[in-house]
């Protein structure tokens, strides 16, 4: 095939090239890449879901310091962590692209053949989309996804009692742009680095834990945290109108954010508090099966499950605690238009 | 409330302002805006379709040149073209927004009442999306919407003998953004300019048409006309295998086009063929039902369909035919990678 670079770009040319970058569409597709519309079937006992996001070079991710495959992984795994979220499956994802004159087909492969690869392994048809100029290179992701009834799960539930628990570490990835924005990475032993670097350069969502934790009753609310604990556990307690109450004692520091802390002059508690880009589950649980559903979920999944405090009677204030006493907890985490991060 | 201003804009109270400037939602919604997700019943009987748009200030629009709540409909009318050319109904839609510092909250509610007033006389929902700072203006639509399979219509059906179709007139928003752009729109007589510039500014999807259109088994191929007549006829000869043939006798010129063609030196028959942002829906239908299905479109929707020329044995070409024979019709509507309008 004639190779593609931007000045000879078309529109109908780079779809056709896409199309080929991204092998077969699974058969569940009736209609993909090249319509108006994407079309597929849902499954008649199942409810839809729909999640949108919108990441800008610059602000979301730096186009000079990532690879295109890995900010294709990444820009689909947030979506993805979306649908995770609610205790569903993704079926099909499509992409609005808005791309910069210094674009070009080779980089455009790269970045739909990552997103391609994650697509893949979450079971997720890429089925369509819009590819436009623009100023800066922004990628829109929406995904569509499906969730029996019983297994949906939303950020409103939490009950007072219940135990807030988070997936997996949390402030890896803040850990991680911190490194690689002040070119430390190669200073740090190699294994914490790429665990905080491909935290925040390819996020794994957590859709088979939220497809797990939305199949027990116990579960009462799930969210992702994608702007930070501080931030995105407020949210829940507002939304479900409970307080949240954090142990920081309960907080364990993961050990590569404790490594790249000290390297970069950062407070490793704080990464844990506020950073974004984590994409772990935030759940509210009922206390008595805290302890068996995490067992399930490791057993599962291999992935831990921590308690790290409690909701109570409330209206969506926030509290730290440690030995000294409890005080509020302000949302220190990444919000989109503040830009304060 | 507090008037929400850029420097105290932070992503929750947005969210909350924009809920209420959006209203109600639809019972249909079991989870709207607020949550990592939209959440609805597709009808068990249905297919779920799926489009997303990209739109970005300077390019697709003009933000000094256009009310925010047009905008609003614009956005969402363009996305709601597609959801109509394949067919279906919409049922929701997400909005990811990338704003600069000078978009207020003000503006953003005025936004929303645009693409509210439109989403309500379409019966869809909107039901959440993503908000995040850009460097210039970006407004990406995604919406879903249903489809009984029989009624479904792609761009690839059309047969050999098929009458090519399309709804209304040609041109309009062409003409519409040349005499916007050139500040002549006070110089045109009152009704053909609001026939132009509204067709440029707030286009009407065509969403009834489509739906009857797809119940009928005689339209065998169906796609909108977002790019131009000489672009997008290409698209469906190529996608279906068949070459195009356009009977310029046959192209009815609207007299608001041509006058506002006179009025800015522009060739009205190329703002016919070759204008974007029309929305018009291009059908290819079985030659012998072409006078009921219009009779019949003309009867329920008030709109005219205009039998355009015909599709032949072929592979994708495109021809242009008039008193002096045949020649090839180049894809002169939009590009949007060459930018070529």
């Given amino acids: 095939m004639r190779a593609l670079t ?47 996001d919108m990441l800008v070079d610059g602000v979301h991710f730096r186009s000079h310091a990532t690879s295109p495959e890995d900010l294709g992984v990444k820009s689909l795994a947030v979506n993805l962590s979306d649908i995770a979220a609610m205790g569903a499956r993704p079926a099909v994802a499509v992409i609005a692209l808005g791309i910069t004159e210094e674009v070009d087909a080779d980089w455009l492969r790269r970045l739909y053949r990552g997103m391609a690869s994650l697509a893949n392994s979450s079971q997720c048809a890429i089925a369509g989309g ?9 990628i829109g992701v929406t995904i569509a996804g499906h969730v029996r009834p019983s297994r949906l799960r939303v950020r409103s539930g939490a009950k007072p009692g219940d135990v807030i628990a988070v997936t997996g570490s949390l402030g890896r990835a803040a850990a991680g742009l911190r490194v690689l924005d002040r070119q430390l990475a190669d200073a740090l032993e190699s294994g914490d680095r790429a665990t905080v670097c491909d935290a925040y350069l390819r996020p794994t969502p957590r859709l088979r834990e939220g497809a797990f934790l939305g199949g ?81 979920l490791h057993g599962r999944c291999g992935t ?35 830009q304060r991060a």
């Fill in 6 to 52: 931007a000045p000879q770009l078309t529109e109908d040319a780079l779809i056709a090239s896409l199309r080929d970058a991204l092998g077969r569409p699974p058969r569940a597709l009736r209609v993909g890449i090249g319509d108006d519309a994407a079309v597929w079937k849902t499954p008649g006992s199942h409810l839809t879901v729909l999640t949108t």
């Fill in 216 to 296: 027990s009753t116990a579960v009462h609310a799930m969210m992702d945290i994608s702007d930070g604990l501080s931030t995105d556990v407020g949210r829940m307690a507002f939304a479900s109108g409970v307080d949240a109450v954090v142990d920081i004692r309960l907080l364990t520091l993961d050990p590569a954010v404790r490594a790249a802390a000290k390297l970069t002059g950062d407070d490793a508690l704080r990464l844990t508090f506020d950073g974004g880009d984590d994409y772990e589950l935030l759940i509210a649980i009922r206390r008595r099966s805290f302890t068996q559903v995490a067992r399930g």
């Fill in 130 to 138: 819009d590819v436009v100029r623009a100023p800066v290179l922004t």
């Fill in 304 to 338: 831990a499950l921590r308690a790290i405090g409690a909701f109570e009677k409330g209206s969506g204030a926030v509290w730290s605690v440690d030995d000294s006493g409890r005080r509020p907890l302000p949302p220190r985490g990444y919000d989109h238009l503040s």
